[in-house]
């Protein structure tokens, strides 16, 4: 049982610092992570001022930065230069709640006097009471026959010890279900709260107890989904951004070939311009030559024929 409770108390301490968590300090109030891990403002503020993460990422032209938590290693995206994104854990913040008034409920004081610590318990009385105040109500012969046991042992033999009804004077030991207030039995039966439904204030208690152990419970197994949750969604992402990363390295490689053939092709049908390009230039160049040639013979015989018609 103590281990659990030591177990127990383990969760309600910041897992950097060991420091217990507090509702009205705000240094001291935990936030929750991605993976469901709280850890109190203080530390994860010190986090970030300090820039204790690994890894940057651009995305949609925002840079992002991934706080890593210090127990599981599980990412926590923000901002650069933004102020701490995590959510308060509320769930926690009602159980520290609970605990805080529990203890203050827990805290004796004498159902006489309501200002010193109860030394003593009188099972007639049925009311906690300190020296001073026991000496004076048992005082009376007839009262010195009351059966008292010290109070830590009585403490454990009826946790519900509360002060005195300021109505009637007797030991708040009934939990009024209509009213939701705690009550005596004189207020029980002819008190404003006759006839109402009621409970011994230790079944209450129990209840109570009861109860938060259960939401302790399913507080865990949540926060057990919920890391559970965040890890498949980062595998998720890890398996998305790889398969990402293959797509882009195939489509440049396929661009690549498509680039290096359409470059071949390129250079083929430009060496085979130059070729037929060449053969009709020479081709060209022969008929050139045939007609230069037959031209010089056409101006040779027209000089001939001048000369025969000049002769004669």
Do not use: W
Request: proline fraction near 4%; aromatic fraction near 6%; charged fraction near 35%.
């Amino acid at each position: 049982m103590a281990e659990r409770d030591d177990q127990f108390k383990t969760l309600l301490n910041c897992g950097i610092c060991s420091e217990p968590f507090s509702k009205k300090n705000i240094d001291r109030q935990p936030l929750l992570l991605y993976c469901a891990h709280s850890f109190c403002f203080s530390c994860l503020t010190f986090f970030l001022e300090t820039k204790t993460f690994e890894k940057k990422l651009v995305l949609e032209e925002k840079k992002l930065l991934e706080l890593l938590c210090p127990l599981c290693r599980e990412p926590s995206p923000l901002e650069e230069d933004q102020d701490l994104p995590f959510r308060k854990n509320y769930a926690l913040l009602e159980l520290l709640e609970a605990i805080e008034q529990e203890e203050k409920e827990d805290h004796r004081t004498c159902n006489n006097c309501e200002e010193v610590t109860p030394s003593s318990f009188c099972s007639a009385c049925q009311a906690a009471l300190c020296d001073t105040c026991d000496d004076a109500i048992h005082k009376h012969k007839a009262l010195q026959k009351h059966t008292r046991v010290p109070f830590a042992k009585a403490e454990m033999d009826y946790p519900a010890l509360l002060p005195l009804c300021k109505v009637h004077g007797k030991p708040l030991g009934f939990y009024s279900l209509e009213n939701e207030t705690l009550v005596c039995r004189d207020c029980l039966d002819f008190g404003d709260h006759k006839g109402q439904t009621s409970k011994p204030i230790k079944d209450v208690e129990d209840q109570v107890k009861k109860e938060l152990k259960e939401k302790a419970e399913n507080l865990k197994i949540l926060k057990e989904k919920l890391a559970d949750s965040s890890f498949n969604l980062c595998h998720s992402l890890d398996k998305i951004k790889k398969q990402s990363e293959e797509a882009k390295g195939t489509i440049c490689l396929s661009f690549e070939k498509l680039v290096a053939a359409l470059i071949r092709r390129r250079d083929e049908l430009l060496d085979s311009l130059e070729q037929e390009e060449f053969e009709v230039m020479n081709k060209l160049n022969q008929v050139r030559e045939v007609i230069s040639q037959n031209r010089a013979k056409a101006d040779m015989l027209y000089g001939e024929v001048l000369r025969l018609l000049n002769t004669a």
